[in-house]
């Protein structure tokens, strides 16, 4: 057996040993944004059709009580994301990122295919919630791996002075399924009559989505894992126990992810899942309408997300992170406010909120990804994603409804999300300034022996998530 590499100990060193080629750069995008890309299409359809589904799956007398239920599957598929993320976000520290890539779409997209094809309550009774349940549970805990995976791979792949816009492509990705769930959303409410959606159309999107699996399977399985990861394994230096060592030496970076992360999951679903149900129920909007502005609003996340990214790169993530959350906090009750007094103040809200929202997207990955030690950085990522995710995310519309139904105020949205954004903006003021700054650190390389999780003490980059 050969011995392992010694490990670099200069700054020149360790950049030297994670260089990568234009041509490997664009794949590993391909390869990190796929994958993002079906689970957000999946995500999507599911809630823009929550009402349908409601109809096929949950019949009931009362229709809010219906959309109500589907909306719980949705937080319950969210409640098994940490546990996903528990086991498969530490295991892309143990075995590699592109593996857990790999089994983590294949995964989503038997589930999404088997939706797809399920029977109704009226054809199979009881057992067709409970299956549709038990698939979503699949789903969720598949996709507690997808993120820190992801987003792991593709900061590792970037060059540290376009990182962000390098990691931004991940959300990119998130937002073209969103784009693509709302377009076919739209297709079908103007191709079909409603009779014909609920009786078959509704599983045409998830169909769909399972071919575009496969595609993102075989587009992983052939790129290489990351200069970093392959440093780690060249050196020796893959932790034998990832979860020990992420809670030993990087709780308050996990922390710091957090509170971003929880600012970022309850804004993008309030924006682009929850307010076209929002438009339809509360302000008289039309289907068609309120797709069509989740659209637009989507479009105009990709232009900004990338052009955010590259800023954050100009000027540091702390800029923007602070600009975007403090916007947020100012701004969030009167757009909902402006909402109220129609269509056209509703168009003004929702893009100025998607304007915060993609200063958000742009930032929070890339500069949670960067506090993070090699070692333990798609652990870390995966469940301080998949944690608030669970607790904030597919949480958003369930709560924002009994909320207003309780409250009978339309505008409850809006102090939801400051405080939200209270949340994002203390985890921000909180953090260090990590632009440009080297992913693979010393610490990384620093284990006691092939195969042993490292017994180096912290440093500061572990501590603060930077270099000293």
Aim: proline share 6%; glycine share 10%; aromatic share 8%.
């Amino acid at each position: 057996m050969s011995e392992p590499t010694p490990p670099p100990t200069t700054d020149a060193a360790l950049d030297a040993a994670v260089q990568v080629d234009p041509a490997s750069l664009r794949r590993s995008v391909a390869a990190g944004a796929i994958g993002v890309f079906v689970h957000w299409f999946d995500w999507a359809v599911y809630a823009y059709l929550a009402t349908t589904i409601a109809t096929v799956f949950f019949p009931s007398e009362s229709e809010v009580a219906g959309v109500l239920s589907v909306f719980a599957v949705f937080a319950v598929s969210f409640g098994i994301r940490p546990l996903g993320a528990l086991v498969l976000g530490p295991l892309g520290d143990r075995i590699g990122r592109r593996r857990t890539l790999s089994i983590v779409i294949i995964v989503m997209s038997v589930a999404t295919l088997a939706i797809g094809l399920l029977p109704g309550y009226a054809t199979i009774g009881i057992a067709a919630p409970i299956l549709l349940v038990a698939l979503r549970l699949v789903q969720g805990f598949a996709a507690g791996g997808e993120f820190g995976s992801a987003a792991s791979f593709l900061a590792e792949y970037s060059p540290r002075t376009r990182r962000a816009f390098g990691v931004s492509w991940l959300e990119v990705g998130s937002l073209l399924g969103f784009l693509a769930g709302s377009f076919a959303f739209y297709l079908l409410s103007v191709s079909l009559t409603d009779d014909q959606i609920t009786s078959w159309g509704w599983r045409l999107p998830f169909l769909i989505a399972a071919p575009m699996g496969v595609i993102g399977y075989i587009i992983r399985t052939k790129i290489e894992d990351t200069p970093e990861y392959r440093t780690l394994e060249a050196t020796g230096s893959v932790p034998r126990s990832p979860v020990r060592e992420l809670f030993r030496t990087n709780v308050r970076q996990m922390l710091q992810a957090a509170g971003l992360m929880t600012m970022m999951h309850v804004l993008f679903y309030a924006v682009l899942t929850y307010l076209v149900t929002y438009q339809t129920d509360h302000l008289g909007h039309s289907a068609e309408s309120a797709a069509l502005l989740s659209t637009f609003a989507s479009m105009l996340g990709l232009i900004l997300v990338p052009a955010f990214g590259l800023l954050s790169d100009r000027v540091g993530r702390k800029p923007v992170m602070v600009g975007a959350a403090g916007a947020l906090l100012v701004a969030a009750t009167p757009a909902y406010l402006l909402m109220q007094a129609g269509m056209i103040g509703t168009v003004v809200a929702a893009l100025g909120l998607a304007v915060i929202l993609s200063a958000i997207l742009a930032t929070h990955a890339v500069w949670s990804a960067e506090i993070f030690p090699t070692r333990t950085r798609q652990g870390g990522l995966s469940i301080a994603y998949n944690v608030t995710a669970a607790l904030f995310a597919g949480t958003v519309p369930f709560f924002m409804t009994v909320l207003i139904s309780a409250t009978g105020s339309l505008i409850v949205p809006g102090p939801y999300l400051m405080v939200a954004a209270a949340l994002g903006l203390a985890a921000a003021l909180s953090m260090r300034e990590t632009a440009g700054s080297s992913l693979l650190r010393a610490q990384d390389l620093g284990a006691a022996a092939p195969g042993e999780a490292s017994t180096v003490p912290p440093t500061r980059a572990s501590a603060d998530g930077v270099t000293s």
